[in-house]
């Protein structure tokens, strides 16, 4: 399975943005799919995921984001989304799509989002 991030750019805090990830094929294999950030200097971080299996299926986001970005999953796209509201200049990151299988662990190229002040 190949991962395509898709939908950063540059906004203004305060602004919204929509990511999305598609898979380049089925992903009936996939169990957990997930978003990471990393900040020019930082290590990268957790910022949301969402299970097939366990949890129910809800989301679980990083306290940093809670209340302000939603991660969706339209299994007939392949695709899934980390909408992205109120944001602030220190959303600033590459973000990268993951996505879980038994035994495989995949990963998108990355999108850069930049939050100007």
């Known amino acids: 399975v190949q991962l395509q991030a898709s939908g950063g750019g540059l906004v203004q805090a305060g602004g919204s943005l929509r990511l999305s990830c598609a898979a380049s094929?089925?992903?009936?294999?996939?169990?957990?799919n997930r978003w990471y950030r990393q900040a020019p200097g930082k290590p990268r971080e957790y910022v949301a995921g969402?299970?097939?299996?366990?949890?129910?299926?809800?989301?679980v986001y990083a306290d940093s984001v809670k209340g302000r970005f939603t991660i969706s999953r339209d299994n007939a796209k392949n695709t899934v989304y980390l909408q992205m509201n109120s944001l602030k200049p220190e959303d600033t990151a590459v973000y990268y799509c993951?996505?879980?299988?038994?035994?495989?662990?995949?990963w998108g190229q990355g999108t850069l989002v930049t939050v100007s002040s």
């Open positions: 993951n996505a879980i299988a038994p035994g495989k662990d995949y």
């Open positions: 969402i299970n097939m299996v366990g949890s129910g299926g809800r989301p």
């Open positions: 094929r089925s992903t009936f294999s996939i169990v957990a």
